[in-house]
C-alpha cells in the first residue's frame, strides 16, 4: 500500500483536521516533497497530524521551504539529461 502506516504515538491512520473552519480528511499514507532553491525535503503525509495532535516542531528549514518553496507533483520528479527539450506536446521538463 505505498507508504501506508500507522502513527507511532496514538495508532491512528486516518484523522479529521479542522483547518481556517474547514474540516479536512488526512490519510497515513504517501508523502510531499518541497522544493526551495537547489533543495528537496521529503515529509510524511501525515506531517499535519504530528504538528496538531502530537505538538511536533519541523525543522525552521523546512518550514521556510513549506513558505517559501513550491510542492512538486510526480512531473517534477522525471529528471532529464541537461539540454532536454521535450517533444511536441509533452509537458514534462527537467527538475531544476
Not at 479536512?24 to 496538531?52: M, Q, S, T
Not at 516542531?57 to 521556510?64: A, L
Request: hydrophobic fraction near 35%; glycine fraction near 8%; include cysteine.
Amino acid at each position: 500500500m505505498r507508504g501506508y502506516h500507522n502513527c507511532d504515538i496514538c495508532g491512528e491512520s486516518r484523522v479529521t483536521i479542522s483547518w481556517r473552519e474547514r474540516e479536512h480528511e488526512v490519510g497515513a499514507v504517501g508523502h510531499h516533497l518541497v522544493k526551495r532553491d537547489r533543495v528537496l525535503y521529503f515529509c510524511p503525509g501525515f506531517i499535519l497530524h504530528y504538528i496538531l495532535h502530537h505538538e511536533y516542531r519541523p525543522p525552521d528549514e523546512f518550514v521556510d521551504a513549506v513558505r517559501d518553496g513550491r510542492f512538486l507533483t510526480n512531473d517534477d520528479l522525471i529528471l532529464q539529461p541537461e539540454g532536454w527539450q521535450p517533444r511536441p506536446g509533452a509537458l514534462k521538463a527537467p527538475l531544476r
